[in-house]
């Protein structure tokens, strides 16, 4: 009994406390600073890729998105041209070890926007779970 009588109290400081002021917009305190580009030091695993696997993949597949279909030269001239990321279908982290790719089967172009939308699941999405989720939106 005592304790609900406790809890009870502790409910009743909280509930008859004064309400605390609203914070606006323009009361935010600009003299706060956020630091960034402080150096790191990073010890990271750094997988090969092939580079002749790469181009059969692109001779094969173009250099749209097969995932939203876009393409850099369209949109931004020479500056885009032959840009285009490369997804392994099987993570390569995953393997972890020297393997044949086939460049057909186990790699295809996408924008690094859908590059990054695939691997934010582990495995990664496939290029057509990722056509449908698009497709909803």
Do not use: W
Request: glycine share 4%.
């Amino acid at each position: 009994m005592n304790k609900q009588r406790s809890i009870y109290e502790n409910f009743l400081e909280i509930v008859d406390k004064e309400p605390e002021l609203t914070v606006y917009p323009d009361d935010i305190d600009d003299s706060i600073t956020y630091s960034e580009g402080k150096a790191k030091k990073v010890l990271v695993n750094s997988y090969e890729r092939n580079p002749h696997a790469r181009k059969k993949c692109i001779e094969h597949y173009g250099l749209n998105c097969q995932v939203c279909d876009f393409n850099f030269e369209d949109k931004f001239g020479e500056l885009g041209r032959n840009f285009i990321h490369v997804h392994h279908i099987v993570d390569i982290s995953t393997i972890g070890n020297k393997y044949s790719v086939d460049p057909i089967t186990d790699l295809v172009p996408v924008c690094p926007n859908c590059h990054a939308m695939l691997h934010k699941k582990k495995p990664a999405y496939s290029v057509e779970e990722l056509k449908k989720i698009k497709k909803l939106f």
